[in-house]
DNA sequence: GCCAACGTTGGC
DNA sequence: GCCAACGTTGGC
């Protein structure tokens, strides 16, 4: 089981809007860095989803419902990848940037690296330490 | 509002 | 193939 962080602007797509359809695709990711992690994503991973913008913090969990399949937005002869998405839960705490920035133990977390990235993976040792900080 | 980090486009 | 100009994302 692999972990993975999507970004969101909640006031355009936020985790609640997810919870109210239940499960919903994640389509619309036209970069591809991003497009190569959504590839490698599999039936049962589960998911950060983080809320950009003023909020800036990881509010919640989605699990992968399907195989990554390709986006049905996409232009024609564009090659952009979509999956389903299935509202999980909130975590108990919302994990803010600041707190992320400041945690020695995720320094290397694709979300401080490369800011405008949208999808990306997460090790799962970094995955531990969020939890950790979701839960405290 | 500004700026850093990227990505894209188009001229050469 | 290089690079300047421009657009976008997203944090500050």
Known sequence: MNYWLVKTEPESYSLEDLERKGEDVWDGVRNHQARN?????????????YHSGKHKALVGMAK??????????????EKWLAVDLRFEKYLPKPVHLADIKSSDSLQDLLLVRQSRLSVMSVEPSEAEVLLKMANS
């Open 37 to 49: 992690f959504i590839a490698k994503m599999n039936l049962g991973d589960l998911v950060f989803v």
């Open 64 to 77: 992968v419902i399907c195989a990554p399949y390709p986006d049905p937005k996409a232009e024609e002869g």
